[in-house]
């Protein structure tokens, strides 16, 4: 079992930066895989990047790469979504999610456990 829970998000004007973190609790977060999704009003949720579970392999939806980094820390448990140069069409409440499957998946399927999410709301 993995218990996730995301903090980090807010409010700020485009161009800006935000760090999302994700707490994880229980034994196998070091050998899961580690997704973040983000899901706007009205939208499906979808995937934004991937890590895993050594953090030497990451993934990221083409709309934000070169904006958005993601990495962990298994000491720490803690798995980071760095996000620079914010747009408005940035904004939707964001989730953690792991999966103790192999690779890095990209669809919601996937991963077998999520958080709570957080809510990024970029300004124009």
């Known amino acids: 079992q993995v218990q996730l829970v995301e903090s980090g998000g807010g409010l700020v004007q485009a161009g800006g930066s935000l760090r999302l973190s994700c707490a994880a609790s229980?034994?196998?977060?070091?050998?899961?895989?580690m997704g973040w999704f983000r899901q706007a009003p009205g939208k499906e949720r979808e995937f934004v990047a991937g890590?895993?579970?050594?953090?030497?392999?990451?993934y990221y939806t083409d709309s934000v790469k070169g904006r958005f980094t993601i990495s962990r820390d298994n000491v720490k448990n803690t798995v980071y979504l760095q996000m620079n140069s914010l747009k408005p069409e940035d904004t939707a409440i964001y989730y953690c999610?792991?999966?103790?499957?192999?690779?890095?998946?990209?669809?919601?399927?996937?991963?077998?456990?999520w958080g709570q999410g957080t809510q990024v709301t970029v300004s124009s």
């Open positions: 890590i895993s579970w050594s953090g030497g392999n990451t």
């Open positions: 999610a792991a999966t103790v499957r192999p690779g890095v998946p990209s669809s919601t399927y996937g991963y077998d456990y």
């Open positions: 229980g034994r196998t977060f070091s050998r899961s895989a």
